[in-house]
DNA sequence: TCAAAAGTGTTTTTTATACACCCATGC
DNA sequence: GCATGGGTGTATAAAAAACACTTTTGA
């Protein structure tokens, strides 16, 4: 990119959308705002903001969930941009798609109420604006996609969980059921979790073994990368 | 992003770099831009461009593509953005990032020429400004995940081509020498190819097989998606 | 003691890998 | 007839999937 073009060209209006995904009473949700203008006024829409100057999308995501969720330090990808010309009503506006992971139990519940976000579960989603519902679909194969090679719950489940609730949390990323043991033992051999001395007996009389992930360096970087 | 939040938002720069991969003399090699201008005066860059008000950064980067080589329905994907405020010492840019592929025999050479564009094996990459290399890496990191589970090939080699040049053109890509049988086992089970009643010959006395890509309505569905 | 959830073990199937072998042909 | 790629077959290993079985414990 020769120096000398960059002035005199077009500028163009770039917004960031997230699809902002948590976990909760076994299913995966989706924080949604709900619209109060026309046009699409009650239609459902991701979060979103507008980018600034002297900051990165990413930063510009963080400041966004910051906002409406009071997280710091959220787990976060790029999805990718959505650029049709015509893909916003209100003018020509670029937009930067990342997902998120949240825990839901953890988040500022003032805030997303203060914002008009509801969560919504995966099974249930309602109309959305402009293109976010085609966002959300590749933002959900994305994660997907992650879970497949990499052990996702640490930032959707809470600290100490059990393995069924680790396969519950799969279940619902994949709309569908793993086998229990197959299941257990993979995540296992993976080698990314320790158990603990301690049983979550709420759910059965014999209680389950809870589980926290491995810190960086406990992690034995010879065991990764194998698909569930 | 409410309707009355558009105007008098901060505008940005958007530019689309291309990272082209073309295949030929059994390697996989990658189109540059000598930079004619300082800073960076020498190195090299990406095929880059900026964005117009009325068009998709896929709309800007096939006019980019065809401006430099001449050719129409490239086969291309969205790498990701990239937005750090600083990544461009020119000033603001946002920079979506493509990465195409294309046959080298079949483009027009003499415009690449007449843009100062040359072809480096993926082998010998030169020193590129800002943060192509990282695009660079990213795109080729994308390419290797999409020939694992697809046939890359339909769009770097020749219409008609021998099992063996696929296998070149993967070894190439993946930077390893893959076994020949099992190669052609994996690649004949998914069948996506056709083969011709017609040789190759001049690699050796017995010749081999040219195949086609199947056409779309030949592919049988159910038969897709495995690593190779 | 038995129901229900947690956890383990066994069998089968599929896929990947390594590598030996046969084939066709021009010299 | 033999060297040289081209192509096929087989044997082994590793993963995934299906599913049977044992363990624990409160009611």
Known sequence: ?????????????????????????????????????????????????????????????????????GLDNIFMEQVQVFSKPNRDPGGRVLSIVYYALIDIKIHDKKRTNQYGAEWFSINNIPQLIFDHQEMYCLALNKLRTKASYDIVGKDLL?????????????????????????????????????RLDKKDTSESKKGAYYYVFKTIDEIDISVRIVNI
């Open 1 to 69: 990119m020769d120096h000398v073009t960059y002035i005199n060209q077009e500028k163009h209006l770039v917004a960031v959308d997230c699809v902002i995904f948590g976990y909760e009473e076994g299913e995966l949700k989706l924080l949604l705002f709900k619209r109060q203008l026309e046009p699409d006024f009650g239609k459902y829409s991701l979060v979103g903001g507008w980018i600034h100057q002297n900051e990165s999308a990413e930063q510009a995501a963080e400041r966004i969930l910051q906002k409406i969720t």
């Open 158 to 194: 809470p600290k100490e969980f059990t393995l069924i609730q680790l396969r519950q949390l799969y279940n619902s990323i994949f709309g569908r059921d793993f086998d229990p043991g197959n299941f257990r033992k993979k995540i296992v051999s993976l080698s990314a979790l320790n």
